[in-house]
């Protein structure tokens, strides 16, 4: 019979209080990441488009239908993909330094990243530049998805 002693980290792996390195700069490392994701999506809809209108030209214009679709859909999928996997972070925010967690320490599901970027993508769309200001007044630099949702953004 071993003997292990187990530390749960829970609450206390983030906590403000006791840990504040992992929030040392965490609101301009994502603005930047932001900015190097939006490049990244840039790109993978340019790819997207192209390929929509080969396969539109295949298609004798019924693929062109599939246009206005590309932004969401490249956009949730890039952040789903990006956030939900291994490293839970956008590969913006692994180039920052920065990653998305549960408050609890634990890493966001596919589901929760789903909920997550669209709660980002509709917020950003309706109340920005207000969503950043959130992170101004809350303890752990939490935009407002995150707080409905209990993810926090920390250094890696």
């Not at 390195?21 to 301009?28: A, D, K, N, Q």
């Not at 590309?70 to 990006?82: M, N, Q």
């Not at 109340?127 to 809350?138: D, E, H, K, Y």
Request: cysteine-free.
């Amino acid at each position: 019979m071993t003997n292990a002693t187990t530390i749960d980290a829970g609450e206390l792996a983030f906590d403000p209080a006791t840990h504040p390195e992992v929030y040392e700069g965490v609101r301009t490392r994502r603005t930047f990441a932001f900015l190097i994701d939006a490049a990244i999506i840039v790109f993978l809809m340019v790819v997207a488009y192209l390929v929509i209108v080969v396969v539109g030209i295949l298609t004798l214009g019924l693929g062109l239908l599939l246009l206005p679709a590309v932004w969401p859909a490249v956009a949730i999928l890039y952040s789903v993909l990006t956030l939900g996997g291994p490293y839970s972070a956008t590969l913006g925010m692994r180039f920052m330094g920065i990653e998305i967690r549960l408050t609890d320490g634990a890493r966001p599901s596919y589901a929760l990243a789903l909920v997550h970027a669209l709660g980002f993508w509709f917020s950003l769309a309706v109340l920005t530049p207000f969503i950043l200001m959130v992170a101004l007044f809350t303890e752990r630099k939490q935009l407002l998805h995150d707080l409905v949702l209990g993810t926090i953004a920390v250094r890696s």
